[in-house]
């Protein structure tokens, strides 16, 4: 029998390329609201009420509500906002984190996808805390870029209509809202500085993580600290530096679910840049939704992505 899977928010970016990617199993069966009645609340309850999992792929306000009206009927949910990642009683889809969170993930009721944004810096950060390269009350600060499907529906308008044309940075009154989970599930007591960036082009992200005083001992122990940390891992990998050298593409894994990690540096300086490489609505969106869908289903983790 199909799991039933409800995706509440589907014409959004993120709910249309995870329909994409689970319209052609045989596996699932997705539960849909006529289009007439998408905002009509006893509509989505009833469909909450009828799928075995929901993905919500809401603002944060309108997420927070669908979960209370899923709450009567023991609804499994999946939340792409931001409004439950730092919750303790939501388990953080995030399953390459650490040893035991996939276990969790598979025994859990409610789960909070990870933003594009977080899934690079904590991928980066926790194993270097882990392993003492860095100090959880001094990390060091992100910056990075992403490409305008990152912004969601308003941002996607502006460049696609020319109203914003170019690149810019933003968050820099170091307000971001991925800055709470990034120091959570990073295993930091302080939020680092953190400046992100939008390019003109759709899709793609590269984050970098700065180091100083890291050197060749340290850089080497850096990335045997990352390789130990997702050895045997599906999506995520750790790469050669030749492989991004001189020159790093943010768009290399668009279409994937994959997140790509490297170590770069000079060793004379000591000064040293950690690179992630992500499809922002792959492994950073959507592909992690369904990842994490089918770790709630019990399926191969892998089917559809």
Not at 191 to 211: D, I, K, N, T
Request: glycine letters at 10%; one cysteine or more; proline letters at 6%.
């Amino acid at each position: 029998m199909a799991h039933k899977v409800f995706i509440d928010g589907e014409v959004g970016t993120t709910g249309l390329q995870i329909r994409e990617r689970l319209a052609p199993r045989e596996d699932i069966s997705l539960v849909q609201v006529a289009p007439e009645r998408r905002k009509d609340p006893e509509a989505r309850r009833e469909a909450l009420a009828e799928a075995d999992v929901a993905i919500l792929c809401l603002p944060d306000e309108a997420a927070k509500e669908a979960a209370a009206l899923a709450a009567p009927y023991g609804t499994r949910l999946i939340d792409a906002s931001t409004a439950h990642r730092v919750d303790p009683d939501w388990v953080f889809g995030f399953p390459e984190m650490s040893k035991g969170q996939r276990a969790a993930l598979s025994q859990a009721t409610r789960v909070s996808n990870p933003g594009c944004w977080s899934t690079c810096a904590i991928a980066l950060i926790r194993p270097l805390v882990e392993a003492g390269l860095i100090d959880p009350a001094s990390p060091p600060a992100i910056s990075g870029v992403s490409g305008y499907t990152g912004g969601g529906k308003s941002m996607i308008a502006e460049y696609e209509t020319g109203e914003v044309q170019g690149s810019f940075l933003y968050g820099v009154t170091q307000g971001h809202k991925h800055l709470p989970e990034i120091k959570l599930h990073g295993n930091l007591s302080t939020v680092p500085v953190f400046v992100p960036s939008v390019g003109q082009y759709a899709q793609g992200m590269a984050v970098v993580l700065h180091m100083r005083d890291l050197g060749e001992t340290g850089m080497k122990a850096a990335e045997e600290a990352l390789r130990a940390a997702y050895e045997g891992e599906r999506f995520v990998a750790v790469v050669d530096p030749a492989t991004h050298e001189p020159r790093v593409w943010p768009e290399r894994l668009n279409g994937t679910n994959r997140l790509e990690l490297s170590v770069h540096g000079n060793a004379k300086s000591g000064a040293a840049t950690l690179v992630a490489v992500l499809d922002n609505l792959g492994k950073g969106a959507s592909g992690a939704a369904v990842q994490n869908l089918n770790i709630l289903l019990g399926v191969d983790e892998g089917t559809g992505l």
